[in-house]
C-alpha cells in the first residue's frame, strides 16, 4: 500500500489514521465537520453531550496509539473519579461496596475533553493530510480477477456541489454509526454483509451544571464527585447519574426506558429524580446551577454487521469501531471498542499491508474481539421485559450466571477483580467460563454470602453508607512501616545518630 484513506475523523478515524501512518506513504482523513476549537461539542457527534466512559481497555489502546495521552488529560486535570471512594453507586443490588483506596479503572470526561486531547496529538503527525468539510458520498472500484478492488472514494466539499475523488490503496469507513457503506457497497453492485440488530427503546438526556458560589456539601457527603444509579431489570427502566467533569463541570444524565421522553424543564427534572429508588441525586441537585439547555438523544440499535462473514470480495476496503458494531452507550463500551480496533488493525498491519489480504484478516481478528462487548450489551438489554427480541436458552442462562457472579463478587473481591477485567474488555469473556473461575464463583455464591459488606440493610438504604476506612491493625502496620522509613532516611542523611 502506498495511500490510505480514512473517512470519519472521530476517535476510530484518529486512532486508524494515526496507526495506517506508520506502515504507509501517505495517510487522508476526511472529516465531514470542521474541527471545533479545544473541547467544544462537534456538530457530527449527537451524543457527545452525554455521559461518556472511556474503559481501561480503550485507554490502554490510545495511549499505544498516541504516546503521552494520559499524561496530556492528567495536565489538563482530568477528573479522577473513583466508584466507591469518591462516587457513590447504586446497583441493581444495593449500594455498591466502598473502598478505602481510589481505584481508577475507567475514565469520565467529556466527549470533547477526550477527542481535544487526541486531536492536538494527531495534528502534530505531518504524515497525515487533513481534509475538513467533506462528506463521502460513494466508492471507487475496479473488477479484478477474483472481485472488485477499491481504488477511492467520492466525496463533496461543503457549500460545493461539485464530486471530486480521491484514490488509495486502502479506504476506511468510520463514519460511526450513521455509517453509509451499505449504500456505497449497492452502488458498485456488491451485497453488502448481513446485519443483526436489538432496539433497547432508552432515552438519554444530559444537562451541565456547576456548584453554585459558595456551596458546600455536607461534612458527611463522601462522594464528593458524584452519584450513580443504575436501572433494576426487569421493569425498572430508569436511570440518573450526576457525575464530576472537567474544569468544575458537572453533568447529570437522565435515562428512562420503553421509549419514554424526558422532562424538558425544571420541574420535570425534579419529579424525575425524585421517583429514583434513592433520593441522593435529586439531594444533590440543589446545590448546583444549570449550565446550558438539557439535550436529550434517542438511543441507537444495537447494530453488528457481519463482514467477518462476508463472502463478497472487495479488496482494499475495511470498516472500523461503530461502522461495524453499534452498542447501547449503557454500557459504555463505544470509545474503548473503537480504540481496541485500532489496536487490532495495527497488529494486523504488522502482518501483511496487501489489500487484498488485510481485509478478511481484521474483520476477522475484529469479530472476535467486538463479540465479547456485543454479547454484553444486548444480554443486558434482554433482561428488560420492554426489549423486543429473541431470549434463546443460551442468553437466559447467559444472564443468570452474570448475576450469580456480581453476588458471589459482592462477597469475594478475587471474583470482582476478575469479572472487572471482562467487562473493562481487557480479558474475553471466555474467562468467566474457565473452570477455576466457575468453582470460586459457585462456592462464594452459595458459602460467602454471609461475608458481603455492607450489610444487606445498607444496600438498600436511601443514602449510601459511610465511607471504606483501613482495619485498625493495617492503620497500625503502615503508621509503624513509615515511622521506621522516616527515622531510616533521616539516619542516611545524617540528621539523626
Not at 151 to 171: A, M, P, Q, V
Amino acid at each position: 500500500m502506498t495511500k490510505a484513506i480514512v473517512v470519519g475523523g472521530g476517535i476510530a478515524g484518529m486512532c486508524a489514521a494515526k496507526v495506517l501512518a506508520e506502515h504507509v506513504d501517505e495517510v487522508v482523513l476526511l472529516e465531514r465537520d470542521q474541527y471545533p476549537k479545544g473541547s467544544d461539542h462537534r456538530r457530527g457527534v449527537p451524543q457527545s453531550k452525554m455521559f461518556h466512559t472511556l474503559l481501561e481497555r480503550g485507554r490502554r489502546d490510545i495511549e499505544a496509539i498516541f504516546p503521552g495521552f494520559h499524561q496530556l488529560l492528567e495536565s489538563r486535570k482530568l477528573p479522577k473519579v473513583s466508584f466507591g471512594f469518591n462516587c457513590a453507586l447504586m446497583t441493581p443490588r444495593g449500594w455498591g461496596r466502598n473502598v478505602a483506596v481510589p481505584v481508577q479503572r475507567s475514565l469520565f470526561c467529556t466527549r470533547g475533553f477526550l477527542e481535544s486531547a487526541m486531536r492536538d496529538l494527531f495534528a502534530a503527525d505531518p504524515r497525515i493530510k487533513l481534509i475538513e468539510q467533506a462528506t463521502a458520498t460513494g466508492l471507487l472500484s475496479q473488477t479484478c480477477a477474483d472481485g472488485q478492488v477499491c481504488t477511492g472514494i467520492r466525496y463533496k466539499l461543503k457549500g460545493n456541489d461539485k464530486t471530486l475523488e480521491l484514490t488509495g490503496s486502502l479506504i476506511v469507513d468510520a463514519t460511526g454509526a450513521n455509517s453509509r457503506a451499505h449504500q456505497w457497497l449497492q452502488a458498485i453492485n456488491i451485497d453488502p454483509p448481513r446485519e443483526h440488530r436489538l432496539d433497547p427503546l432508552l432515552t438519554y438526556g444530559g444537562q451541565l451544571f456547576k456548584l453554585k458560589p459558595n456551596a458546600k456539601f455536607p461534612k458527611h457527603w463522601w462522594w464528593t464527585h458524584g452519584a450513580f444509579i443504575q436501572r433494576v431489570p426487569p421493569t425498572d427502566n430508569a436511570a440518573a447519574h450526576l457525575i464530576r467533569q472537567e474544569g468544575d463541570l458537572w453533568l447529570l444524565t437522565m435515562v428512562a426506558g420503553d421509549g419514554d421522553e424526558l422532562p424538558n424543564n425544571e420541574a420535570g427534572i425534579d419529579a424525575f429524580l425524585s421517583r429514583m429508588r434513592s433520593p441522593l441525586i435529586h439531594d444533590m441537585l440543589p446545590y448546583f446551577q444549570p449550565v446550558g439547555d438539557l439535550t436529550s438523544y434517542r438511543l441507537p440499535k444495537n447494530c453488528w454487521k457481519y463482514y467477518e462473514e462476508w463472502h463478497e470480495t472487495l479488496h482494499g476496503f475495511i470498516a472500523i469501531g461503530a461502522s461495524t458494531c453499534v452498542f447501547n452507550p449503557n454500557q459504555g463500551q463505544g470509545m474503548s471498542v473503537a480504540a481496541g480496533d485500532a489496536g487490532i488493525l495495527r497488529n494486523c498491519l504488522a502482518e501483511t499491508i496487501a489489500p487484498e489480504k488485510l481485509p478478511k484478516l481484521f474483520f476477522h481478528e475484529q469479530a472476535k474481539f467486538q463479540r465479547n462487548a456485543y454479547q454484553l450489551a444486548c444480554s443486558n438489554d434482554l433482561k428488560f421485559t420492554s426489549v423486543q427480541g429473541p431470549r434463546s436458552a443460551s442468553t437466559r442462562w447467559f444472564n443468570w450466571y452474570r448475576d450469580a457472579i456480581t453476588a458471589a463478587g459482592a462477597a469475594d473481591p478475587w471474583v470482582a477483580r476478575n469479572v472487572a477485567e471482562v467487562d473493562l474488555l481487557l480479558e474475553p469473556i471466555s474467562k468467566i467460563y474457565q473452570p477455576w473461575f466457575m468453582l470460586r464463583t459457585l462456592l462464594a455464591y452459595l458459602f460467602l454470602g454471609w461475608r458481603q459488606r455492607p450489610s444487606a440493610t445498607d444496600r438498600v438504604a436511601p443514602q449510601p453508607p459511610g465511607p471504606a476506612t483501613f482495619p485498625r491493625r493495617l492503620r497500625n502496620t503502615v503508621r509503624q512501616s513509615l515511622s521506621m522509613a522516616m527515622r531510616f532516611v533521616a539516619y542516611r542523611l545524617r540528621l539523626t545518630r
